[in-house]
C-alpha cells in the first residue's frame, strides 16, 4: 500500500474510487451492533427512502453487485421455460458470463439494433409462437438506462415500450447500472421513467455513481415481489451486514437523490467536455454523448500509445472505436490532458 501508484483513467466509471460521503455514511453506522441481513434499522430507512424516490408501492432488495442485481430481477419475472428480450449489445448478453442464463436458466432473445436501443417494432420482431411448446416463452422485455452505446432512452420512448410490453402480457424489467446519470441527462426524477410510465422492475446501480458494491433490486410491480427474498439467497446475493450496503444507497438517494443527481450531472459533463474537444480535432464519433460515454474512432496507432498513459476500452477494432467513460471524480484537468495527449499523437 505504501508503494500505490494513483492513477486516472477512462476505462469504467468502476475504476473511480468512492465518494467521501457515502465512506462517511459507512463510518456513520459502523459503531454497536445491529441484526443481521436486512433486519436493521438503517435498511428500513432505505426501504422508506426508496419508496419517496420510486413511488410508494416500491420494495427494495440490496445486493452487491449489477450482474446479482439482473440475475435476481429476472429470476423473480421468468420460470424456467421462458426467455428475455433485450438488445444484442445488452450487458447481460455480452457481459455478465452467462450468468442470466445459468443462474436464472432462462433464454435470451436478443435483437440487434443500431444504437443499443429497443423499440416497440424491434420488440414485435421477438413476439410470435406464444403458447409454441419448442420456443421458450417471452416473458420480460430488458432495457438498458442508459445503453451500453452511451444511448438514453427518453421517457416516452420507455412508455411506448411499456406498452408494448402490456400488449403481450410481458414484464418490462430496467437495467441501471447507469441510472443516475440517465437521470441526470433526462433532467427528471427517477420515478418519472420508471414507475410512472409502466417499468416493473429495476436494477438500481450505485457502484458506478461513487458507492462501493452496493446494488439494488428495485421492485415496482408488486405481483413480483413475492420470491424475491428467496431468490436473492440463493443467488448468494443476501450481504449479512446490509446496513453498510443500504447506508451508501441512502446516501445517494436521500433529499431527493441529491448526491446521485450530482455525481451523475458532474460525469455527464466531463463527457460533453471531452465529446466538444475530440470534435474539435476533428475526429469522428458515431453514437452521440448523451450522459457519461463518448465512443470516437481513433488511429490505431494513437489508441495504442495512448492506452498506456490513459487506459481505455478498444470498442470496436474493425474501425478503430474506442470508449472514454467519465466518472463522477473525472476532473476537467484529466479530460484536458487526454485531449492533449490526443493531439500530440495525431501529430
Known sequence: MIERKVWRSFASDNYAGVHPEILEAI??????????????????????????????????????????????????????????????????????????????????????TPNGKLTPELIETQCFDFDFVHRAQQAVVSITQTTEMGTLYSVDEIRAIAKTCRKHNLYLHMDGARLSNAAAALGVSFKEFTTKVGVDLVSFGGTKIGALAAEAVIV??????????????????????????SAQLIALLRNGS????????HANGMARRLDAGIRALGLALPNPTEANAVFPILPKGVFEKLQGEFPFYVWDHTIGQVRLMCSWDTTEADVDALLAAIKRELR
Open 27 to 112: 463510518g456513520s453506522v459502523n459503531e454497536g451492533h445491529e441484526r443481521a441481513y436486512g433486519a436493521d434499522a438503517v435498511t428500513d430507512e432505505l426501504a422508506r427512502v426508496v419508496k419517496q424516490e420510486f413511488g410508494r408501492k416500491a420494495t427494495v432488495y440490496p445486493v452487491f453487485n449489477g450482474t446479482g442485481a439482473n440475475v435476481v430481477g429476472l429470476s423473480a419475472a421468468t420460470m424456467r421455460w421462458e426467455a428475455v428480450i433485450c438488445a444484442y449489445t445488452a450487458h447481460i448478453n455480452t457481459d455478465e458470463g452467462g450468468a442470466p442464463e445459468k443462474m436464472a436458466g432462462l433464454k435470451l432473445w436478443t435483437i440487434q
Open 220 to 245: 415496482l410491480n408488486p405481483e413480483l415481489d413475492d420470491q424475491i427474498a428467496y431468490l436473492r439467497k440463493t443467488s448468494m446475493q443476501l450481504p449479512s451486514k446490509m446496513r453498510f450496503v
Open 258 to 265: 441529491k448526491l446521485a443527481l450530482a455525481n451523475g450531472n
